[in-house]
């Protein structure tokens, strides 16, 4: 074939190269990438902007949105800023929400890798532990582990991460199930290469399309979950958070409807943006998606 010839064929990209293109390409990730990017300036950059103190009482309780200039998003029922409480609440749910991700998918990839690759009693024995955790009720577990400790911003992270790894474990299995019997599987095998460099350099690294994408959707659950515990009153009580917003102002929903409204508001946005990106990027790794 002459040079010239080769000048007109397509030279192949990197499919990480390739698969942030499809992602630019997706109206919903983008949307959604922009909705967090927004949710998270709120949160880091607020504070340096809007410096008030959330636990600070500063005016009368219960005061409406727009009636007082130092509490434009009004006051909750002991009188302090709501606008306080969403700049420096949204840095507590963050965090929940990241580090319980993290620990799910560390845990759930850690049970999934070892039972996917070596099978046989191992697949058995965690497997029967995933089934095990996966039965039971999550909010139910994750409130008796908040209540055994005393409750905290890194007690709830854990409490979550602890009950909802069992899906990410499946999934992981399944992907190495599939992977492990592939030929460049075997011939890492047969040149000598140890287990642990096959499961982590090999088998891993091309399972990571649906991992990524279900760590995406995981955050957006452990936010909701971290929303659920602090309404029933199970939050931390030294640490603002949207859900503890929420659980506080359950009570004067009827008189006071910006309690709940405005909190709610920002976790729907926060779960949007990370349910969306997480769709953007099911369409970016899936190659079936992109063809169409």
Same mark, same amino acid.
């Given at each position: 074939?002459?040079?010239?010839?080769?000048?007109f064929?397509?030279?192949?990209?990197?499919?990480?190269?390739? *698969?942030?293109?499809?992602?630019?390409?997706?109206?919903?990730?983008m949307?959604?990438?922009?909705?967090?990017?927004?949710?998270?300036?709120?949160?880091?950059?607020?504070?340096?902007?809007?410096?008030?103190?959330?636990?600070?009482?500063?005016? *009368?309780?219960?005061t409406?949105?727009?009636?007082?200039?130092?509490?434009?998003?009004g006051? @909750?029922?002991?009188?302090?800023?709501?606008?306080?409480?969403?700049?420096?609440?949204?840095?507590?749910?963050?965090?929940?929400?990241?580090? *319980?991700?993290?620990?799910?998918?560390?845990?759930?990839?850690?049970v999934?890798?070892?039972?996917?690759?070596?099978?046989?009693?191992?697949?058995?024995?965690?497997?029967?532990?995933t089934?095990?955790?996966?039965?039971?009720?999550?909010?139910?577990?994750?409130?008796?582990?908040?209540?055994?400790?005393?409750?905290?911003?890194?007690?709830?992270?854990?409490?979550?991460g602890?009950?909802?790894?069992?899906?990410?474990?499946r999934?992981?299995?399944?992907?190495?199930?599939?992977?492990?019997?592939?030929?460049y599987?075997?011939?890492?095998?047969?040149?000598?290469a140890?287990?642990?460099?096959?499961?982590?350099?090999?088998?891993?690294?091309?399972s990571?399309?649906?991992?990524?994408?279900?760590?995406?959707?995981?955050?957006?659950?452990?936010?909701?979950?971290?929303?659920?515990?602090?309404?029933?009153?199970?939050? @931390?009580?030294?640490?603002?958070?949207?859900?503890?917003?929420?659980?506080?102002?359950?009570?004067?929903?009827?008189?006071?409807?910006?309690?709940?409204?405005?909190?709610?508001?920002?976790?729907?946005l926060t779960?949007?943006?990370?349910?969306?990106?997480? @769709?953007?990027?099911?369409?970016?790794?899936?190659?079936?998606?992109?063809?169409?």
């Amino acid at each position: 074939m002459s040079s010239i010839e080769t000048q007109f064929i397509p030279k192949s990209q990197h499919p990480i190269v390739e *698969a942030i293109k499809a992602f630019r390409q997706s109206w919903a990730g983008m949307l959604g990438l922009i909705l967090l990017l927004l949710v998270i300036l709120f949160s880091v950059a607020g504070p340096f902007i809007y410096a008030v103190d959330p636990f600070e009482i500063i005016w *009368a309780p219960l005061t409406a949105p727009g009636v007082v200039a130092n509490a434009p998003f009004g006051t @909750d029922h002991l009188g302090r800023d709501v606008l306080a409480g969403l700049v420096y609440g949204g840095q507590a749910t963050l965090f929940v929400g990241l580090t *319980a991700g993290f620990l799910t998918i560390t845990i759930g990839i850690l049970v999934g890798a070892m039972a996917g690759y070596y099978g046989g009693g191992v697949d058995e024995i965690l497997m029967r532990i995933t089934e095990f955790f996966q039965v039971l009720p999550a909010l139910l577990f994750a409130m008796v582990l908040v209540t055994l400790f005393t409750p905290s911003i890194y007690v709830v992270s854990a409490a979550i991460g602890i009950v909802s790894w069992p899906t990410t474990a499946r999934l992981t299995r399944a992907e190495f199930l599939r992977i492990k019997n592939l030929e460049y599987v075997k011939a890492a095998q047969s040149i000598g290469a140890r287990d642990n460099r096959i499961i982590w350099r090999v088998v891993l690294p091309n399972s990571l399309a649906p991992l990524i994408v279900s760590a995406t959707l995981t955050i957006g659950v452990a936010i909701l979950f971290e929303a659920g515990l602090s309404y029933l009153g199970l939050g @931390d009580p030294n640490a603002f958070s949207w859900g503890m917003m929420i659980g506080a102002g359950r009570e004067y929903i009827l008189d006071a409807w910006w309690l709940v409204t405005l909190p709610g508001i920002m976790i729907f946005l926060t779960v949007l943006g990370f349910s969306l990106i997480g @769709d953007g990027l099911n369409d970016a790794f899936n190659p079936r998606l992109r063809e169409r």
